[in-house]
């Protein structure tokens, strides 16, 4: 092969080694994304902090979110799915009792997670879900009623001059007393009623044959633990509420108490 040769075939050597190295910096030919991340290369959820470059310089993802915007880097299924573990749940458990029993409130239930994600699987779904709720429990209707009392001077017993010897006689039920603990009397109370219905106070209100009505009990006597209401009924503006605390069965109040009418 002449000179002229050689300088040819040098020639053609230099430019497309020239070229070749142009071709590597421009378009590089190993593939970039997901793997050339720094540990961890994948991230869970939404997470704009989790890219890299494609082989043409532009932004990719390598978060669990890129799959919804679809702007994954080409190496994220392979790189990122391939162990991911998506999050699975149990199921929901019953809804809790109302947090009002007489009124509106609140219900809640929950399920538990059964396999948390890892490397990158879908996130777990709500956990506790909570609705609207109005209490309507057997005690509502109870703790609605307004008592209506009158001094214990009104407790004396006394004989129907009306009643005839041929009539019959109604059947007597034992007195029973609840206690009660008040928490709001208003002032017409306190010049107006012998009973000292004062905040805090311990009054006893005794249940008698007469006030009783067919279930054996006198209305309004309270519930345990729940705010009820009370009314005088010989005292026009005399009103409050109480607490029942207790109940025996049988028994007598003492002086200074009330009587349920």
Known sequence: MGARGWSSARLGFVVCGYFAFFCGEVFPQAEAGCRERESPNCCTGRNNECFEYTRRKTVCYCDTYCQKTRDCCEDYQRVCQISAIDCVVGSWGPWSSCTSPCSVGSTERSRLVSVPPR??????PDLKQRRGCFGNNTTCSTAKEVAMILPDSFKRNFKDPWRRPHMLMKEEKASYCVY???????????FKLSAQLVRERLVCAECQNDAMSKSDRCGGDGRESTRTFWSAALVPGCHGSWVRESSSEGCRCPPSSVLFV
């Not at 009660?180 to 306190?190: D, E, G, L």
């Open 119 to 124: 490397n990158g699987g879908t996130p777990c």
């Open 180 to 190: 009660m603990r008040v928490k709001q009397a208003s002032a017409v109370c306190k």
